[in-house]
């Protein structure tokens, strides 16, 4: 097989439950090099080590798996690229820290904190922007050897050219400018002898010969610093896109006050993995026709990486919610019952659970109206004979009342009912109900609101639910007479 070309990686830091937006990110790389038959490769930014957080590697892991973004190459799947965890490959970074160096590229610096802080504070004062001053690039050699072998804490620093400017042409964005004298010397090597992001980012990007770095906007800055990097160890550097900022509703940058943003979170509401990566992909995107529902062939078929529009990708809670409906309804019921499984709390006990068919039944009356699996209990348990009498014991009896109803004209429609189902003598089942009582009702002068109101929110106790004749059919004659019976008031 030829080496694939196109090689990505998706590059968290374990430093938190993985957020939706970083599962966003995700999901393009994936798409990308599933659309040019290359290889997704997962690397685990954790060089930052006062930042770990126990349990977040896990949770990296159980969300790509989740999302259905298993990588090709990753600390799990292994591949001939690794170690896959930064933290592994400290020696490849300090060697190439030290290089730099020697090449003038890079410079030791042993200022204290106290005089960094001055030095912001200062240049704060001044309102410029805080930036390393360069005081240690201009050491001379042998002090510098001098304070090492002294042991002196220090630090490695990039040693970027004072003036003039960088051009980037960003898969995404175009040609952004970059002014070298915007930017600070920023720290590769820390005195603990682990790197920083930028240079364990760039020479693992290189030797794990990464193609195409697509990542979020908020690494846009990182670019003139990370093709410096490149070109002073000769490298060609791969080729990036930024995608948009996340934005709320609101168009403010996605946060927590929007709602949820842990990408677990929509695992445990019951969304469904294919419904999110639709929805994901749709941020920041659009295909070319309106529809919006997209299989995984299609999405690969129409999506073009320089096609994403890098000004704000919103994520719209509500049309989420729908696409997941959407998804949900596409199910076959058979499919419905195993994924809504985990979400349905089936009463301990309850005699309904032991017939199959029966729960089959139930589940489809609601198939159409779940937005979210975890929504199922409050959608269709009341059909529990449990949990309804558990229900009835608070119920607001103002609910049987119909718009422009009486309570004495629903207590007398209930009264109705149950006579009339008591004696109704054809077979308990869907369409000679429905056949002769609405028959019945029109005979008896009624409107059909007047009389199936009533009937349906005492056999459920929801003001929503699905149809009264289907519930009629499912509950039974005599657990529909009871319920019907135990909120009717006996009549004059
Ligand atoms: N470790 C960075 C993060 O947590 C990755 C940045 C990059 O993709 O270069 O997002």
């Given at each position: 097989m030829p080496k694939p070309t196109v090689r990505v990686r998706f590059a968290p830091s374990p430093t938190g439950d993985p957020h939706i937006g970083s599962i966003w990110v995700a999901v393009f790389n994936r798409m990308f090099a599933k659309q040019h038959g290359g290889v997704f490769v997962l690397r685990l930014e954790d060089t930052d080590q006062n930042r770990l957080v126990p349990d977040a590697v896990q949770n990296i892991y159980d969300a790509l798996a989740w999302y259905g973004l298993t990588p090709d190459e990753g600390p799990e799947q292994g591949g001939s690229f690794g170690p896959y965890v930064q933290s592994q490959r400290r020696e490849l970074h300090q060697r190439h820290a030290r290089q730099l160096v020697e090449q003038g590229s890079a410079y030791y610096c042993f200022c204290s904190v106290a005089r960094l802080d001055q030095l912001r504070a200062a240049q704060l004062a001044a309102k410029h922007a805080p930036r390393y001053d360069k005081h240690c690039a201009k050491l001379s050699f042998d002090e510098v050897q001098r304070r090492l072998a002294a042991h002196e804490p220090t630090v490695i620093r990039m040693n970027l050219p004072a003036a003039g400017a960088v051009e980037h042409d960003d898969v995404i964005r175009g040609r952004v400018t970059f002014q070298y004298d915007q930017l600070d010397d920023s720290v590769l090597l820390k005195s603990d002898g682990f790197p920083t992001y930028h240079l364990a980012a760039v020479v693992d990007d290189h030797w794990m010969e990464i193609s195409h770095v697509i990542r979020a906007e908020e690494w846009l800055p990182s670019v003139p610093k990370h093709l410096f990097l490149h070109r002073a160890f000769g490298w060609q550097p791969p080729q990036y896109a930024h995608l948009p900022q996340l934005l709320g509703a609101d168009r403010k940058k996605l946060s927590k006050r929007h709602g949820a943003t842990s990408a677990l979170w929509f695992r445990d509401q019951g969304y469904l993995p294919e419904a999110m990566r639709n929805f994901l992909v749709l941020m920041g995107w659009h295909p070319?026709?309106?529809?919006?529902?997209?299989s995984e062939a299609e999405i690969l078929k129409q999506f073009r990486l320089g096609g994403v529009n890098p000004s704000g990708a919103i994520f719209d809670q509500t049309k989420l919610d729908w696409l997941n409906g959407v998804y949900i309804r596409q199910l076959p019921l058979e499919k419905l019952l195993e994924r809504v499984g985990p979400f349905w709390h089936i009463p301990e006990g309850a005699d309904e659970a032991q017939d199959q068919t029966w729960l089959r039944q139930a589940l489809s009356l609601v198939h159409d109206r779940?937005?979210?699996?975890?929504e199922i209990d409050d959608l269709i348990?009341?059909?529990?004979t449990a949990v309804w009498d558990r229900e009835a014991a608070t119920f607001d009896r103002s609910l049987l009342v119909p718009k422009q109803g009486t309570v004495e004209g629903a207590r007398a429609a209930l009264n109705w009912s149950v006579d009339w189902l008591a004696v109704f003598s054809q077979p308990w089942e869907l369409k000679a109900l429905k056949t002769a009582m609405l028959e019945a009702i029109a005979a008896a002068g009624k409107k059909n609101v007047e009389v199936l109101w009533p009937l349906r929110v005492a056999l459920?106790?929801?003001?929503?639910?699905?149809?009264v004749f289907d519930l009629l059919a499912l509950l039974g004659k005599s657990e529909s007479l009871r319920r019907v019976t135990s909120l009717a008031v006996p009549g004059p």
């Open positions: 070319k026709g309106d529809d919006e529902v997209l779940i937005k979210r699996l975890s348990n009341f059909v529990f459920t106790l929801r003001r929503a639910s699905p149809d």
